[in-house]
């Protein structure tokens, strides 16, 4: 079964470090998503590629975070520098896109922890 | 605001029950999607229903929609402990945005 791959699984840092998270997406997917969970917030996009062109990271903290493509397999996700109020899981979905939102496949996730 | 929100926002049963949860959603869509995630996983596509579609079928899965009240309704049918997990609908708008998640409702099933 194909499957998006995201690491490492668990981060922990401190405040002021530099994270960087990784994503393998499906072979052959042209969409990639980046989305961000709380409790309190619950699922939100942070950014979201298209043919390995950024689309819309109007959720993202632009001081702060930044998402790249470097190549179809594989987009990173950054933070520097890193706040407690990162503290979050980071999931990765991969999707094809021909006209409507095929589903998203997704990994399981980074889960950071910044004290 | 989230484009779909489900209801109720936490569901318990038992094994064996029926469990029925809704989405609500704001825009035009071309499909609906209902998700699963278990506790420290990623989300797992259960179901699509496109705009064009009222019903759908998939194993204890049944899914509804009504687009000329905007809202959607996931039965699961003879629940099961394994089916413990949170549920999410995912809204495919005609606009041509992405898929945007509801809040999620959190279903326990016990034993």
């Known amino acids: 079964d194909a499957r998006v791959t995201q690491t490492p699984r668990h981060k922990v840092t401190e405040m002021g470090q530099e994270v960087t998270m990784r994503c393998q997406p499906i072979?052959?997917?042209?969409?990639v998503f980046w989305y961000r969970q709380t409790m309190m917030q619950g699922l939100e996009l942070l950014a979201y590629f298209r043919n390995r062109a950024p689309l819309d990271d109007s959720g993202m903290p632009k001081d702060r975070f930044s998402a790249e493509m470097p190549d179809a397999t594989l987009a990173t996700l950054k933070i520097q520098p890193s706040e407690p109020r990162d503290s979050a899981v980071y999931f990765c979905a991969s999707g094809l896109r021909m006209g409507v939102n095929s589903p998203l496949h997704f990994g399981n996730g980074t889960r950071l922890t910044v004290t | 605001s989230q484009q779909g929100e489900e209801d109720p926002q936490a569901l318990s049963i038992q094994e064996g029950e029926n469990a029925t949860m809704n989405c609500s959603y704001k825009t035009s869509i071309n499909n609906l999607q209902w998700y699963r995630q278990n506790s420290g996983r990623g989300l797992v596509h259960l179901i699509l229903?496109?705009?064009?579609?009222r019903e759908k079928h998939s194993g204890r899965l049944r899914v509804t929609l009504d687009t000329s009240k905007k809202s959607s309704s996931l039965l699961i049918t003879a629940s099961r402990a394994a089916d413990t997990a949170s549920y999410f609908c995912a809204t495919d708008p005609v606009s041509g945005s992405r898929l945007t998640f509801g809040e999620g409702t959190q279903l326990t099933v016990n034993p």
């Open positions: 072979l052959g997917h042209n969409t």
């Open positions: 229903i496109r705009s064009n579609e």
